[in-house]
């Protein structure tokens, strides 16, 4: 399976990753939705990850998000993000579409890439969009001059997802002639569509994601019994040979 694949990397002449939370996870990242970790401990995501707190409960908003930083700080891309990032360089691959808030991508040095939940690469005011450096977030700039709160650049829930980020992810979705994804289970909405907007105009899908998802049926290759990592690592030494 990883020769076939490979084989179709190296006639492919557009081909799109597609990267979920299993991507994040391989980097030792918890995934914030699971209950039992610290996060739950101090906070409760579900009431503060919106724009209502960050109206009316400013100061713990706050709060949550300097922690998420803070917790993100500690982990980095894996070799898998450099791989692709690689790859990228090398015209392997043409960009990225991801789900993941954690800017692991572009932290491994990848260019094009299509952030549909946004991500904590880049903070902003709320109020008047001023743009903020996480650095100086991560050190306590979270108030803005105007007034306003600073935030990440993540999609909170109640608030639009990025048309324009996900109008560029169709539009590459259908030029690609592969699409392969990595660590999702593809149970998210609407982000789930895009393998199929790419399978539908022609492209060879590939999942490898550690358990089935509801797409595999419509997959040319699954790939479950590896990690991502170490099947990007086995794809790279046949691109290689
Ligand atoms: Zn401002």
Wanted: charged share 25%; with cysteine.
């Amino acid at each position: 399976m990883i020769n076939q694949i490979a084989n179709w990397l190296k006639e492919a002449e557009r081909t799109v990753i597609f990267t979920g939370a299993g991507m994040s996870t391989e980097s030792g990242l918890p995934d914030f939705r699971t209950k039992d970790r610290g996060l739950w401990e101090k906070f409760n995501p579900d009431e503060l990850a919106n724009v209502n707190a960050l109206i009316h409960n400013e100061k713990e908003f706050t709060e949550f998000y300097r922690y998420r930083l803070q917790e993100l700080f500690k982990y980095k891309p894996h070799q898998g993000h450099h791989i692709l990032a690689d790859w990228e360089k090398t015209g392997v691959i043409d960009g990225i579409i991801t789900q993941n808030v954690d800017a692991f991508h572009f932290d491994a040095g990848s260019e094009n890439v299509m952030e549909l939940h946004g991500s904590f690469h880049a903070f902003h005011c709320h109020d008047c969009y001023k743009p903020y450096e996480r650095n100086k977030y991560f050190d306590g700039e979270t108030k803005c001059a105007c007034g306003g709160t600073v935030r990440p650049n993540i999609v909170l829930f109640g608030e639009q997802l990025p048309q324009d980020t996900f109008k560029q992810a169709e539009v590459a979705a259908r030029a690609a002639d592969l699409f392969i994804v990595l660590g999702s289970s593809l149970t998210v909405s609407p982000a789930n569509m895009f393998p199929l907007v790419a399978k539908d105009h022609g492209a060879k899908l590939v999942i490898i994601n550690r358990e089935a998802t509801d797409f595999d049926s419509y997959a040319d290759a699954t790939v479950q019994d590896m990690s991502i990592k170490e099947a990007l690592l086995a794809i790279n030494d046949r691109l290689k040979q």
